[in-house]
């Protein structure tokens, strides 16, 4: 079964860093993209970064540069993304997403788009 699940929300106090895992299963990412999105209450869904596990190329959004550090692990089959100095903005529920061409996900990154294939998101909060 080919999926995408994310793991590592939860609460955190501002300030505090957290790291989330995007786990493949069923096929490799090697030749994909992925993207880190991410959706808080009442809002749209905001693209966050991406990065090509074939080279390693990655992208950032503006309001997490600095902050935020994406990375892969071919062997693991798994994209992390380091959080730190979270603020109470951040809260949202954090999602990955696949699909073959980095300028793809790039481009979902910047303006929502569809992607091959999405986890089911994780749960970060932010908050004192």
């Known amino acids: 079964q080919v999926q995408l699940v994310e793991s590592g929300g939860g609460l955190v106090q501002p300030g505090g860093s957290l790291r989330l895992s995007c786990a493949a299963s069923g096929f490799t990412l090697d030749n994909y993209a992925i993207g880190w999105f991410r959706q808080a209450p009442g809002k749209e869904r905001e693209g966050v970064s991406c990065?090509?596990?074939?080279?390693?190329?990655?992208y950032y959004a503006d309001s997490v540069k600095g902050r935020l550090t994406i990375s892969r692990d071919n062997a693991k089959n798994t994209v992390y993304l380091q959080m730190n100095s979270l603020k109470p903005e951040d809260t949202a529920v954090y999602y990955c997403?696949?699909?073959?061409?980095?300028?793809?996900?790039?481009?979902?990154?910047?303006?929502?788009?569809?992607?091959?294939?999405w986890g089911q998101g994780t749960q970060v909060t932010v908050s004192s």
């Open positions: 997403a696949a699909d073959l061409a980095f300028v793809t996900v790039v481009a979902a990154t910047i303006k929502p788009g569809i992607l091959h294939y």
């Open positions: 990065i090509s596990m074939s080279d390693g190329s990655t």
